[in-house]
């Protein structure tokens, strides 16, 4: 087998929460004064924990957000998940197929791991991910593209990098799973080709992943 280990990215691979939570973080830094659009928010803050947020502000206006920045942040986003937040469409047939064929796999995200558990419940996809299976930026301290997180998530789950391949969507998520040693598949479903430099390979839908990462794992095709 190529692969002992698939990890998920969450936001925009496993729930397609990534154009809720970018118009959401939009809105309210443009209300703090800090004017941002939706293109502005996917380029600088997809795939990156808060404290990236929080520090390109910093850095571009010498300004720090408000204290309870984040609580608002996540209460307003968990709010329109309510309302609004499926799951990734082909994604649960990709993860049926997985656990019928016993490939290991776990999510590693940047986001908390109440937000987490939260796009989990709602999109039905909590029945996939024990606790055993979920790893957060908060467990390591820094988010990618910092390569901790992948690598932890490897060691809790017994596999050495190498043996891992990460599927992803945002240019630090790659960055951080090729900073980890692993593999990596960039998916391209939000983000054009060209900003994925340094995937493995590249694919644009969930169909396509079934049969790719049985086949690099070596337990053949659906």
């Not at 118009?23 to 997809?46: F, K, N």
């Not at 024990?130 to 932890?152: C, E, H, N, W």
């Not at 493995?200 to 079934?210: A, D, H, I, P, Y």
């Amino acid at each position: 087998m190529r692969y002992d280990l698939v990890i998920f990215d969450n936001d925009g691979v496993l729930v397609d929460s990534e154009p809720i939570s970018n118009r959401l973080l939009a809105a309210y830094l443009t209300e703090l004064g800090h004017p941002t659009s939706y293109e502005d928010s996917i380029r600088d803050y997809m795939g990156a924990a808060m404290h990236r947020v929080h520090e390109l502000v910093l850095e571009r206006t010498g300004q720090r957000l408000p204290e309870g920045f984040d609580e608002v942040f996540h209460a307003r986003v968990f709010a329109a998940f309510e309302r609004e937040l499926t799951a990734v469409a082909g994604v649960v047939d990709v993860l049926e197929k997985l656990a019928g064929d016993q490939v290991p796999y776990c999510v590693a995200s940047s986001g908390s791991h109440e937000r987490i558990r939260v796009g989990h419940r709602t999109t039905g996809l909590d029945r996939f991910f024990d606790d055993g299976r979920i790893f957060s930026s908060q467990d390591v301290g820094r988010g990618k593209p910092a390569p901790d997180l992948f690598l932890y998530a490897a060691e809790r789950m017994g596999v050495v990098p190498e043996r891992c391949v990460v599927v992803e969507d945002s240019p630090l998520g790659v960055q951080a799973a090729v900073a980890a040693g692993m593999d990596v598949y960039g998916f391209t479903a939000m983000t054009p080709a060209g900003k994925l430099g340094g995937a493995t390979r590249l694919f644009g839908g969930m169909g396509e992943l079934v049969d790719v990462l049985l086949a690099a794992s070596g337990r053949g095709g659906r």
